[in-house]
T-cell receptor, first 112, second 117 residues
Framework: KNEVEQSPQNLTAQEGEFITINCSYS?????LHWLQQHPGGGIVSLFMLSSGKKKHGRLIATINIQEKHSSLHITASHPRDSAVYIC??????????????FGQGTRLTINP | EAGVTQSPTHLIKTRGQQATLRCSPISGHTSVYWYQQALGLGLQFLLW???????NRGNFPPRFSGRQFPNYSSELNVNALELEDSALYLCASSLVFETSGRGNEQFFGPGTRLTVL
């Protein structure tokens, strides 16, 4: 079993729909990242969370440390939101460790 | 402010050759990370450099190596290339604080797509 699991793996929705992508992890973490990868490969860091909730524009990320679960929400989705969304965690097991462990990604397609 | 830059954008090599990939971190960042994203697979951690030293290494053979220069830029070297080394190689940089428990956001470069023929 992967240390970081995302669901769904693929998601297709119509423009304007509310989108939720889920991430569950099995290790203790010091931080969780949500990343966006567009075709061509470039990765953009959307959020880094260690507790609570963060909002940026139409994007909202939440994390529940006790349940080891995080969600990424997109409100009023738009075709330009089509991308692969990746959840990544930084394990707290190893002091000073900075490496990220990644989920397999969720491929989001927003149709006009 | 310039982001993380990587060169080259694309690199084509043949089996057995060596590949060198380069990364320049965001100004002021001392940590550089290398990740591999092979076709059909997720991102895998390769190497972490900070202050010129290798701090952590992923589950990759020794023919994957690298170094970090005094200006904090970094090179990833892959020796004796194999077909399965074909992948997108991503570099990221971050600040590293001394106090533990403080997560540090990693900023990613555009990647180098390595094709091994």
């Amino acid at each position: 079993k992967n240390e970081v699991e995302q669901s769904p793996q693929n998601l297709t929705a119509q423009e304007g729909e509310f989108i939720t992508i889920n991430c569950s992890y099995s290790v203790g973490i010091s931080a969780l990242h949500w990343l966006q990868q567009h075709p061509g490969g470039g990765i953009v860091s959307l959020f880094m969370l260690s507790s609570g909730k963060k909002k940026h524009g139409r994007l909202i990320a939440t994390i529940n440390i006790q349940e080891k679960h995080s969600s990424l929400h997109i409100t009023a989705s738009h075709p330009r939101d089509s991308a692969v969304y990746i959840c990544a965690v930084r394990s707290s097991r190893i002091q000073g460790a900075q490496k990220l462990v990644f989920g397999q990604g969720t491929r989001l397609t927003i149709n006009p | 402010e310039a982001g993380v830059t990587q060169s080259p954008t694309h690199l084509i090599k043949t089996r057995g050759q060596q590949a060198t990939l380069r990364c320049s971190p965001i100004s002021g960042h001392t940590s550089v990370y290398w990740y591999q994203q092979a076709l059909g697979l997720g991102l895998q951690f390769l190497l972490w450099y900070d202050e010129g030293e290798e701090r952590n290494r992923g589950n990759f053979p020794p023919r994957f190596s690298g170094r970090q220069f005094p200006n904090y830029s970094s090179e990833l070297n892959v020796n004796a290339l194999e077909l399965e080394d074909s992948a997108l190689y991503l570099c990221a940089s971050s600040l590293v604080f001394e106090t533990s428990g403080r997560g540090n956001e990693q900023f990613f470069g555009p990647g180098t797509r390595l094709t091994v023929l």
